[in-house]
């Protein structure tokens, strides 16, 4: 191999090891660990490294061409120096082309990954009637069959009846499931768990009940079937139906929560009572809290006997400054910001995010994330967020800071025991905030009940905590006395 062949070689293969390493680097730049962000999702992004194969192998033949040409001018009488400087301006050309044709190429699959790993729009079921048909809140709209219910149950999409974080009413979806077997003929109607679903976005189509597995995202599920419970999942307003999703606004999450028991006790198929405990994970943990502290006020006809909340999010302003700045934390903070901005008039982007990040966190709270290729369509915003985001410190900027203290729970009594379940590893809803937390409640009187977990981290730990979880709701409708862990 000559000298000019070896270069050209070597400028081949720097092409290659340049670019794919590149797209590697790109891709785990953005993974947080600290975060617990499941890294399976970013994995599975990097199939797309091999499309530089294809470049590389027109690369080579253009290469090719270029020789014979370089070939035939000299044999047309031009100099040597003349042919050395047409062959590298030829081959520096060729490789710029290339390089350029892999950003293209990215760009493009990309958008189309984007646009193929979300869910599609809600269907016609999800639209509401206008106007809205009168009666209180609870009341059923239209309700369906729903299929991939567990063995031995039926279970219903619901359109129901709900007050909007505008208090006005509004039209919410949720899923109710029951066992087939009849309601004990002793009872006032089934036993009713009332679940609070974690984050999975905040757009329409992130709805859990859209999913044709919706019946996997329902924590413990087939354990309150056995025991004869019925069971009702919100979707929360804004997710399914249209318009704005109030991401961890706690008394609108609690009124579809309350809303979603009313419409169960309502659906007469389905035969479910008014006793009901509410249990949730995460953004549902958030939501159970608030559901505590509402219901006597909000839905006193309904009888409340145990609160069970998983890694929820309390102190949101703490949480919030430790979190911003990882992948999974700005994520979140896009969804709370772009849907906080649009439930508080008074709460605008630009208070607190810079200019160039604006229309990053409006699209990113067009995603979902529920799936890890949804998860992964937030690359692009993550390393952007993670270069600019904040201008001003919301925990510091009002009226932003206002609204992290309102929907921080604790500042109502909740009727009932509680059981708060958290893991030892969690890197997003963080240990020792949840502590505090349920010192707080221990300090005003609550029966508390609280479960740390080792080794366990915030993604990993619904499984864990289930079980124990659906125990002690199963003991709660018994009348068990309930446990307490405050000293």
Known sequence: MDRGSLWRLLLLLAIYFVAVPALFVWAFFLVDVSADFDLNGFVKLLWWAVMVLPVVGALYYLGVRTHGVMGRFAADGVSPATTGA?????WAIIGGLSFAGILVLAVTLFAVFIATSQPGAPGAFYTAPSPLPSGPPGTVIRSEPLYGAPEGALAWKILYLSTSYTGKPTAVSATLVVPETPASPVAEGRPVVAFAHGTVGVAPNCAPSLRSYWAEDIDGLQAFLEAGYAVVATDYEGMGTSGTHPYLVGRSAAMNVLDSVRAAHNLSEADAGTAYVVWGYSQGGHAALFTGELSAS??????????????PP??????????????????????????????????????????????????????????????????????????????????????????????????????????????????????????????????????VEYRSYPDVHHITAVPVVTPDVAAWLVDRFAGKPAPSTCS
């Open 298 to 311: 909000y839905a006193p006809e309904l009888k409340l006997v145990g609160v069970a909340a998983g890694a």
């Open 86 to 90: 047409l062959r590298w301006l030829a």
């Open 314 to 447: 309390t102190d949101l302003a703490t949480l919030f400054e430790r979190d911003l700045g990882t992948t999974f934390g700005n994520v979140l903070g896009a969804f709370a910001f772009d849907s906080w901005s649009k439930v508080y008039p008074k709460a605008e982007l630009r208070q607190v995010i810079t200019r160039i990040a604006r229309p990053v966190v409006r699209d990113t709270a067009k995603l979902c994330i529920r799936e890890e290729q949804e998860a992964a369509a937030i690359l692009p915003g993550s390393i952007l967020m993670k270069i600019t985001f904040l201008s001003n410190q919301p925990v510091d900027t009002e009226p932003w800071k206002s609204v992290f203290e309102e929907n921080s729970p604790g500042g109502s009594m909740i009727p009932a025991p509680i059981l708060i379940v958290q893991g030892e590893e969690d890197g997003l809803v963080h240990p020792d905030v949840t502590e505090a937390f349920v010192e707080g409640l221990c300090a005003k009187g609550h029966t």
